[in-house]
Every structure is written in C-alpha cells, then in structure tokens.
C-alpha cells in the first residue's frame, strides 16, 4: 500500500533567514539573489494582516506623517509631509520617488509584483508581500542593520524583540482592541509602544476592510504610484489572459545603485 502514496513536493531553498518554494510546473527558473542583502547583521520578521494583500501593497509615503505620527519615526525630527511624488516604471518594476521639504529626496523601489525596498542610514529594507487568501495574507521582511549600538540601536532592538515574541504584547492583540474600540493608540506604552509602526498600519489597512473601497476613492496626486501599479497589473494579467508573454522583470545593477534617502520607517 504505501508504495502506491505519492505526496508532492516542490523544490525549496534557504535564502537570507527564509525558505523559497517553487510552485509552478516544470523546472524551476534561476533563483533570484540580492546580493546587495546578503552581508551585514541580518533581522528577519513576519506578520500577518487579515485583509486583501492589495491594502499593502498600494500603500503610499504620504501616509507616514499621518498614520505614524506617534510612532518612533518623529521621535528626534519634525512631522513632515512630502512635497511630491512621481512613479515610473522600471526594469524591475516601480521605482517611487517622493520630495520633502528642503528638496530631500528619497527613493523606494518596488519589484513586481510584490517585493518593496528602500535604504536609510540605519537600515537597507526588504519586504515580500504573500498572499494566503483573499482575506488574509503575510509579510515576510529582512532588514540589513546599519545601527545596532547606541541610543537609536536599542530603539531597534527594542522593536525587534516585540516584533518576534520575545517582549511585550501580541500587535494582533492591541490592534484589534484599538479597531473595536476598547483601546486607543494614544494610550499604548511601555514595551507595546515599541511596535507602534505594526500597530498603526494593521489599525489602517485593517480598518478600510477585507477588500478597500475603489469605487468611493478620490485618488490625488501623491497616489502617483497607486495609479501606476493598477496600471502594469491590469496590463500584466491582461496579457496573461489573452495568452501572451508577461514582461520579463530584472532587478539590474543599475536599479541597485539608483537608491536615495534621507528617513526610515
């Protein structure tokens, strides 16, 4: 009997603190690196968030100022809010450029479809966006650290720690009591606080519902690269559905040098 049990497999590899599948037919294509990622002290972290993974991914640089006000972020410098954003596309997906005050620049790269990077003093960026199911999906993010010691470095051990277990309160927790209004985010302190950023955002993204409204938005200008990722989707599975090659996306070296900054999150 057991020789006739078959249980399916797929190719698998540990990379950067995570393990990759293969899913599709045939043999898996080359495995894609980062080695801009792969030196330095490595963090990893994973939360999941019970909504569409659309309400991620179409999240903007202007909601920073508004949504994160309490958090960390505006601890040592004023609350800014940028003064332009223009998105194109690239190479390897969307490239998001958002100006501040002072004509600061600072340059997100999003690799399609769903990866997010950006680079700051203190820390280069990687997020890959996973959906589950339609109303659920999982962020699996690595961060390179640049600061570790000091006064700023424990504010990021602190995070960290909250972030994986190891101190504080489920953010699942806290968000949902903020969300049926038990609790308010102005009152966390303590070791919660320092999760303030996860808060925030499921309390946001959560809140606009499983699936956000389109029909009752009123898209402005900051939402340049919400507008251009719709844009490529709708090309993509377009083409997919009128059984056509997809555009073949590459994270070049030019892209791996094209970051600028000037804030973290």
């Known amino acids: 009997m057991a020789k006739t049990v078959r249980i399916r497999s797929y190719p698998t590899r540990e990379y950067l603190g995570f393990i990759f599948a293969y899913l ?21 972290e994973k939360y999941e968030r019970p909504c569409n993974f659309f309400n991620n991914l179409e999240n903007d640089p202007v909601h920073i100022p508004f949504a994160h006000r309490e958090s960390e972020i505006f601890q040592h410098r004023p ?18 450029y958002t100006t501040y005050p002072g004509d600061r620049l600072r340059t997100t790269q999003f690799g399609w479809p769903n990866i ?18 339609d109303e659920l999906h999982a962020s699996f993010q690595l961060d390179v650290m640049h600061i570790t010691e000091g006064e700023r470095g424990q504010v990021y051990k602190q995070r960290h720690a909250v972030r994986t277990g190891k101190l504080g309160r489920s953010y699942k927790e806290l968000s949902e009591a903020i969300l049926r209004g038990d609790l308010r985010i102005q009152d966390i302190e303590g070791d919660d606080k320092a999760n303030m ?17 389109r029909v009752n938005e009123r898209l402005i200008r900051s ?35 094209a970051y600028s900054y000037h804030v973290s999150e």
């Open 197 to 213: 950023i996860w808060i925030q955002d499921y309390v946001t993204q959560v809140g606009l519902g499983t699936f956000a409204d």
């Open 223 to 257: 939402d340049a690269g919400v507008l251009l990722y719709r844009k490529i989707w709708e090309r993509e599975v377009s083409a997919l559905a009128a059984n056509k090659a997809p555009k073949q996306w590459t994270r070049s070296d030019r892209l791996i040098k």
């Open 24 to 44: 599709g037919e045939g043999e898996p294509p080359a495995f894609p690196r980062y080695p801009d990622y792969e030196k330095g002290e490595i963090w990893t």
């Open 116 to 133: 997010r990077t950006f680079k700051s003093p203190e820390r280069d960026h990687l997020v890959w966006r996973v959906p589950i199911e």
């Open 79 to 96: 609350i800014e809010v940028p003064t332009t954003v223009r998105a194109e596309e690239s190479e390897w997906g969307i490239t998001l």
